[in-house]
């Protein structure tokens, strides 16, 4: 499977999850909000190949973790 660019990757979980900790300003706020979330979830969930958005935030934040920890010495 390919992996995603850390900082791609970041950026998208960011968004979500500030998209969904704020609630829209109005109806087209909102709508725009929702199919944002929706946009963003289809790319996480493709960028990690999996099927569920919270699987998708949860294999991008062990993602994430991994890319910040150095190469294994051994």
Do not use: F, N
Request: aromatic residues 2%.
């Amino acid at each position: 499977m390919l992996t995603p660019h850390p900082a791609i990757l970041r950026g998208l979980v960011e968004e979500y999850e500030a998209l969904m900790a704020h609630k829209g300003d109005g109806p087209d706020a909102g709508r725009r909000r929702e199919l944002r979330v929706q946009d963003l979830a289809y790319t996480l969930c493709v960028s990690t190949g999996t099927r569920e958005v919270e699987t998708a935030l949860a294999r991008a934040r062990d993602l994430l973790t991994s890319a910040r920890e150095p190469a294994g010495v051994a």
